[in-house]
């Protein structure tokens, strides 16, 4: 049996988003320090590619992430046709993610 510490992981993060154009780029100007290459080396992260929903924003954040995106940033948006809440717009994430749903359990 291996062991799964010595595996390295991809990540696909869902980001629910609702009119946040005033923080979208903090947003993504800190998930390229907390997953630089770096970080991911340390941690055996292989791959991180974050899946947006857009909520039903009325503002500009479709337009930002967007553009983030065709400059190359490892992402997916889904624009959702109005706020549905956070948690369908996950649901709908859960849809759009490339990697397989597991559930892991581990006995202490």
């Known amino acids: 049996m291996s062991d799964r510490k010595d595996k390295e992981v991809s990540l696909d993060i869902i980001i629910p988003v609702f ?3 005033d923080v979208i780029n903090i947003l993504f100007e800190r998930l390229g ?3 630089s290459s770096r970080t991911k080396k340390k941690h055996k992260i292989a791959k991180v590619k974050y899946v947006f929903i857009d909520d039903g924003s009325t503002d500009d954040t479709p337009k930002i992430i967007k553009a983030y995106i065709d400059e190359g ?3 997916k948006l889904a624009v959702l046709s ?3 809440g956070h948690q369908q717009a996950l649901m709908c994430g859960l849809d759009y993610t490339d990697e397989p749903i ?3 359990h581990q006995r202490a």
């Open 102 to 104: 597991r559930m892991v």
């Open 19 to 21: 009119n946040e154009q």
């Open 82 to 84: 109005k706020n549905f």
């Open 33 to 35: 320090e907390v997953f």
């Open 73 to 75: 940033f490892p992402a």
